[in-house]
């Protein structure tokens, strides 16, 4: 996220009341916001959403014995859902605040020392939010694993969308946590390493279960 380019433009509105299309335009046209860390964030919200479909469509007659399991993913996956969707707005916001404390002014020494304190609280924040999001995706990936074994085979494909949604998930926060963390000082910067961890073994649990996804298909 780092310093942008262009002037900030705040979004209109929640990512959960825009349509797919404004989206898609906003991402194609040359704005700040939003950008990769939304995507990031819609990743894992889409990638809950899919979880708690395959949930839902696990409720036959001969899924009872399963429906402790099925209801406890689907409240799940329908919280993740709402958490990674506010987690866009939440990037959105913290582009905005590292823009906006790069045009602060700095003519006197304290002008200095109050821009350089605002711009690491919004590298901080813009690095916490997709954080935040790695959080999202190894939540979307741990229930996607729970629910196969038992999951109405007929959408086991959804299974494993939702894990490859969740990689994408984790993979594009890792960028945008090293970008804003490259600009910070290391005693910040540092507690996000065990985020930046993390996603190595998201990653291969991920890629584990989409091939488990596809054994299953070809069996």
Not at 49 to 56: E, G, P, W
């Amino acid at each position: 996220m780092s310093q942008p380019s262009t002037s900030s433009q705040e979004t209109a509105s929640s990512f959960g009341e825009v349509t797919l299309a404004r989206y898609l335009t906003d991402l194609a046209a040359k704005i700040p916001a939003p950008g990769g860390g939304a995507v990031a964030a819609l990743h894992a919200a889409q990638g809950a959403a899919l979880v708690a479909m395959v949930a839902r469509y696990t409720t036959r007659a001969k899924d009872a014995e399963h429906k402790p399991i099925v209801d406890r993913v689907i409240e799940a996956a329908d919280a993740a859902r709402e958490r990674a969707l506010a987690l866009a707005d939440a990037d959105a916001a913290a582009f905005t605040a590292v823009g906006n404390a790069y045009k602060l002014p700095r003519g006197t020494d304290e002008e200095t020392a109050a821009r350089t304190e605002a711009i690491n609280a919004a590298l901080v924040e813009a690095a916490r939010v997709p954080a935040a999001v790695v959080d999202e995706a190894d939540e979307v990936l741990s229930l996607a694993a729970e629910l196969l074994p038992i999951g109405n085979p007929n959408v086991v494909t959804d299974i494993g969308a939702a894990a490859d949604a969740a990689r994408a998930a984790a993979t594009s926060s890792q960028l945008n946590i090293e970008i804003n963390v490259a600009s910070l000082p290391a005693a910040l910067g540092d507690k996000f390493a065990p985020a930046l961890l993390r996603i190595e073994g998201i990653i291969a649990r991920a890629d584990a279960l989409h091939a488990e996804v596809v054994h299953a298909l070809r069996s």
